[in-house]
């Protein structure tokens, strides 16, 4: 069965460095998204990602934060200058198959741990 | 805007036990609504959904009855196992995907 997958699953870091968060969302899947989850707290949207552009974003996703889709396959989520708040777990998720729709399910990568020292 | 209440946890059972975990929602329109369930050290795993008004999502012996009129999709297993000890989130999906805080469930033996 095919899935999303994340690298690294465990990523540790200094304060203000860059990190790039990668995901491979299933290969048919035309939405891509981050979501974070600070330990303890809920999972929270960060972004969606449709058509080569952002078509949503929440609050949290400021300009330290970018994505991007460099070739056919891989996705990454980019941390320009990393904050100890940004210490959370990064999930990767796809949805919508060609001819699918936007209510269909969203599955999810197995995470990538960012710790910020 | 859109929310998800899902009952505060921690949840602790003993094995066969009958599970309960109450999910209530807040939406405009009508949203799809789904259960995830995340294993200790893994990431997130769809459940079950349901898509519209009166619709039981079912999967692995939990189910959850998508219910309009009292805006809720709690989470039900009649018997449950050491093995569905993890933390449940419930969502729904209106524009975007909206997670209530999850409930951590730990089976005893």
């Known amino acids: 069965e095919p899935e999303v997958t994340q690298t690294p699953s465990h990523q540790v870091t200094q304060m203000g460095q860059e990190v790039i968060l990668r995901c491979v969302p299933i290969s048919n899947h035309l939405y891509f998204y981050w979501y974070r989850q600070i330990l303890g707290q809920k999972v929270e949207f960060l972004v969606s990602?449709?058509?080569?552009?952002?078509?949503?974003k929440s609050e949290i996703f400021d300009d330290q934060f970018s994505v991007e889709r460099p070739d056919g396959s891989n996705f990454t989520l980019k941390i320009r200058s990393t904050k100890l708040e940004d210490s959370a777990m990064y999930f990767c998720?796809?949805?919508?198959?060609?001819?699918?729709?936007?209510?269909?399910?969203?599955?999810f990568g197995p995470g990538t741990r960012l710790t910020v020292l | 805007g859109d929310s998800v209440t899902q009952m505060e946890g921690p949840v602790t059972l003993s094995e066969e036990a009958f599970l309960t975990i109450n999910c209530t929602y807040t939406?405009?329109?009508?949203?799809?609504l789904f259960w995830y369930v995340q294993y200790p050290g893994e990431g997130l795993q769809l459940l079950l959904k349901?898509?519209?008004?009166?619709d039981k999502g079912s999967n692995k012996g939990f189910e959850a009855t998508y219910r309009k009129e009292t805006t809720s999709f709690h989470l039900e297993k009649g018997s449950v196992q050491v093995s569905d000890s993890a933390v449940y989130f419930c969502a729904l999906k209106a524009e975007k995907l909206v997670f209530g805080k999850g409930t951590k469930l730990t089976v005893n033996p």
């Open positions: 990602f449709y058509n080569n552009e952002i078509s949503e």
């Open positions: 349901a898509t519209k008004a009166d």
């Open positions: 998720a796809s949805s919508v198959p060609p001819g699918g729709s936007v209510t269909d399910t969203q599955y």
């Open positions: 939406a405009t329109g009508y949203p799809s």
